[in-house]
Nanobody, 126 residues
Framework: QVQLVESGGGSVQPGGSLRLSCAASGFTLYPYAIGWFRQAPGKEREGVSCISAGDSTPYYVDSVKGRFTIARDNAKNTVYLQMNSLKPEDTGVYYC???????????????????WGQGTQVTVSS
C-alpha cells in the first residue's frame, strides 16, 4: 500500500527557509515520478516542482525558480523540497504526490498523480 507522509511545514518570516520531507512507505520511490503541489485558500492546487520517473531535469513553476529545490533520496525513500527566500505568496498546504513510471516533459499538474500525502501547512508571514 502506497503511503506518503509529509513533514517540515510551519510558520516562517519572509526571507526564511523550510525543508519539507515526504517519507514513502509500502513501495520503492525510484520508478516513480514525484511532485510537490500547494494549495492556498480559495485557489486551485498548483504544481510547484516535479521530477519525472528516471530523474530527468526537475520542473519548477516560474514563481519558485531559483528559490526551491526538489530532491529525492532513494536510500531513505524520501523526497525533499528545500524552500529558501520564502514569500507570503508561498503560503499554503503543501502536498507530495507520486505516480509510477510517469514521464513528465516540462509538466507538473496534479491530475497526473494518483497517490498523495495528507499535506503540511506552510505559512509565511511577518
Amino acid at each position: 500500500q502506497v503511503q506518503l507522509v509529509e513533514s517540515g511545514g510551519g510558520s516562517v518570516q519572509p526571507g526564511g527557509s523550510l525543508r519539507l520531507s515526504c517519507a514513502a512507505s509500502g513501495f520503492t520511490l525510484y520508478p516513480y515520478a514525484i511532485g510537490w503541489f500547494r494549495q492556498a485558500p480559495g485557489k486551485e492546487r498548483e504544481g510547484v516542482s516535479c521530477i519525472s520517473a528516471g530523474d530527468s531535469t526537475p520542473y519548477y513553476v516560474d514563481s519558485v525558480k531559483g528559490r526551491f529545490t526538489i530532491a529525492r533520496d532513494n536510500a531513505k525513500n524520501t523526497v525533499y523540497l528545500q524552500m529558501n527566500s520564502l514569500k507570503p505568496e508561498d503560503t499554503g498546504v503543501y502536498y507530495c504526490a507520486v505516480e509510477r513510471d510517469l514521464i513528465l516533459i516540462r509538466r507538473c499538474v496534479w491530475p497526473d498523480f494518483g497517490s498523495w500525502g495528507q499535506g503540511t501547512q506552510v505559512t509565511v508571514s511577518s
